[in-house]
C-alpha cells in the first residue's frame, strides 16, 4: 500500500504562485511514477503533469506547459508541482497520483494510477 497526501494549496490571485506538495508514504521501496491531476467542479478529473522515477521523463497538459513544473525527490518520498502565472481556469481540487508499476512509462491516464491522495484546494481569483 502506498498513501499520498498533498498540501500547498489556497487562495491566490491570478498570476500569483503556488507549489503544492505530495508527500509519499507506505511501499516507497518501489520505483513509480507520480502524477497531478485536477478536477473543478462538475468536471471530469484531468491530467497535469507527470514524472518518471529519475526525472528524466515528464509529460504536461497543453493547458499548464511552460507556467508548472513537476519535481520530485526520492530522498524525502515527496513530489512537487510548482504553479506559475496561475490562471481563474486553473481553480480545481489537486490531486497527487502514483503509478506503481511504471517507473519510466509516464502517462496521462487517470486509470493508469494505483493510488490517489486526498486533494488540496487550489483557487485562483481574477
Known amino acids: 500500500q502506498v498513501q499520498l497526501v498533498e498540501s500547498g494549496g489556497g487562495l491566490v490571485q491570478a498570476g500569483g504562485s503556488l507549489r503544492l506538495s505530495c508527500a509519499v508514504s507506505?511501499?516507497?521501496?518501489?520505483?513509480?511514477?507520480m502524477g497531478w491531476f485536477r478536477q473543478a467542479p462538475e468536471k471530469e478529473r484531468e491530467f497535469v503533469a507527470a514524472?518518471?522515477?529519475?526525472?528524466?521523463?515528464?509529460s504536461y497538459a497543453d493547458s499548464v506547459k511552460g507556467r508548472f513544473i513537476i519535481s520530485r525527490d526520492n530522498a524525502k518520498n515527496t513530489g512537487y508541482l510548482q504553479m506559475n502565472s496561475l490562471k481563474p481556469e486553473d481553480t480545481a481540487v489537486y490531486f497527487c497520483?502514483?503509478?506503481?508499476?511504471?517507473?519510466?512509462?509516464?502517462?496521462?491516464?487517470?486509470?493508469?494510477?494505483?493510488?490517489w491522495g486526498q486533494g488540496t484546494q487550489v483557487t485562483v481569483s481574477s
Open positions: 507506505g511501499r516507497t521501496s518501489s520505483s513509480y511514477v
Open positions: 514524472l518518471s522515477w529519475s526525472g528524466a521523463r515528464t
Open positions: 497520483a502514483a503509478d506503481v508499476h511504471h517507473a519510466r512509462v509516464v502517462r496521462a491516464s487517470k486509470d493508469d494510477y494505483d493510488y
